[in-house]
C-alpha cells in the first residue's frame, strides 16, 4: 500500500454502518487514511462508501461512488438490494482477523463433537460417571463446503491436529493435504463432520438438507456458520431424532434472532451461538479497506470485487 500524502488525490469516503462500531473504526481509519476525508453522511461527492447494514436511503443519497466497500465477509443482502447503485463495483472484505476466528470456530466444534465433549456434559447434568469410545483424529474425516479464504483456514488448522480433511466447491481447487470434489455426494459419502461456510446464493439455500445428512456417514455432526438460510431446520430434527446425526452446531439461524418458541432451541443435540463464529476484526480489517482504497486512488481495479451475478 502506498501512503497518501501532500500531492496526492484526496478520496472522499462515506462510513455507514448499523452494526460496525464508529467509534472503534473511524480513529484507526483516520491513522491509516490521514489525508482523506471520511465522513459519515452520505452525499453525491462520496467517493468510496464503507458498509455494513447501511441506515436506510444511504446508496439513495449516493451519486456514483467508484466503489462500495463491505465491511463483512458475507455481501448476499448488498447483492440483492435493489437500491445498491447499479454498475457501481462491490468488493468484500476479507480480514485476517475474522479467518483465524472462523478456524478456532470450526475447531472447537469439530473438537467437541470428536472428542464427545457436547455428551459429556449431558452425563454431567445427569450426575452419571461413564466413558464413551475414544476416537483418533485419523479416524474421522471433515468435510468442507466452500475452499476459499475461510474454508482453506480451517482446513489448515484441521490437518494440523491430524484430521482427514475433504472439502467441496463450485470450481476445481487444488488445496495441500485436501481431497477436493466439485461432486457434492462425492465429499458427502466420507465425510463424518460437515461444516458449511458457503456464501449464500440461490444455488446453496438449503444445502444442509435431509438428502445430504442421509449421504453422511452416520454420527457425525453438522457445524453451520455460514447463513442461517443454508440450512432446513425441519430436516435436522429429524437427522438428529433418528440418530442419523449425532448433534449439530449452529451459530446462524433463519431469522436472527432465534424466535424464542422456535424448536431448535430446546433440543438436546443442538449447540446454539448467537452468530459470533467470526466477527470482523477493525485491527486487522482496516489495512484491507485502506489498500483497497490506495488501489482506487491509483486507479487499479480493487482487490476481491464481487461477480453479481454469482452472488459473491
Known amino acids: 500500500m ?15 454502518s448499523e452494526s460496525e462500531k464508529a467509534q472503534t473504526w473511524l480513529p484507526l481509519l483516520r491513522q491509516a487514511l490521514p489525508h482523506d476525508e471520511i465522513v459519515e453522511v452520505p452525499d453525491k461527492s462520496v467517493e468510496i462508501a464503507l458498509v455494513a447494514t447501511p441506515p436506510a436511503g444511504t446508496f ?49 466444534h469439530v473438537l467437541d463433537w470428536h472428542r464427545h465433549l457436547y455428551q459429556y456434559r449431558a452425563h454431567q447434568r445427569r450426575r452419571e460417571w461413564r466413558r464413551i469410545e475414544q476416537r483418533m483424529a485419523s479416524d474421522r474425516t471433515v468435510g468442507l463446503l466452500g475452499l476459499g479464504e475461510l474454508g482453506a483456514g480451517a482446513a489448515r488448522r484441521l490437518l494440523a491436529l491430524g484430521f482427514n480433511v475433504a472439502g467441496w466447491s463450485r470450481r476445481p481447487k ?15 459419502e466420507i465425510t463424518d463432520a460437515l461444516v458449511c461456510l458457503l456464501p449464500l446464493t440461490r444455488e446453496t439455500a438449503g444445502v444442509l438438507n435431509a438428502r445430504s445428512f442421509a449421504a453422511m456417514r452416520p454420527g457425525g455432526c ?3 456458520v455460514a447463513r442461517g438460510a443454508h440450512l432446513v431446520a425441519r430436516d435436522l430434527l429429524g437427522a438428529l431424532d433418528s440418530g442419523r446425526l449425532a448433534h449439530a452446531y449452529l451459530d446462524v439461524l433463519d431469522p436472527e434472532p432465534l424466535p424464542a418458541g422456535a424448536a431448535l432451541w430446546a433440543h438436546p443435540g443442538i449447540t446454539l451461538t448467537p452468530h459470533i463464529a467470526a466477527l470482523t476484526e ?12 490506495e488501489r482506487v486512488r491509483r486507479g487499479e ?12
Not at 438490494?81 to 475447531?107: I, N
Not at 461477480?307 to 459473491?312: E, I, K, N, R, S
Open 2 to 16: 502506498l501512503p497518501s500524502g501532500p500531492g496526492t488525490p484526496i478520496v472522499k469516503i462515506l462510513f455507514a
Open 60 to 108: 439513495q443519497e449516493l451519486g456514483r461512488p467508484k466503489l462500495v466497500q463491505s465491511l463483512w465477509m458475507g455481501v448476499e443482502k448488498l447483492v440483492t438490494d435493489p437500491m445498491y447503485p447499479r454498475g457501481v463495483p462491490l468488493a468484500r472484505l476479507v480480514d485476517p482477523g475474522m479467518v483465524a476466528a472462523m478456524s478456532e470456530t470450526v475447531l472447537a
Open 174 to 188: 487444488d488445496l495441500p493435504g485436501v481431497r477436493c470434489f466439485t461432486e457434492l455426494s462425492a465429499m458427502l
Open 222 to 224: 453438522v457445524i453451520n
Open 282 to 293: 477493525p485491527r486487522t480489517a482496516v489495512p484491507r479497506v485502506a489498500e483497497n482504497v
Open 301 to 312: 481495479t480493487p482487490a476481491n470485487l464481487v461477480d453479481f451475478q454469482a452472488g459473491y
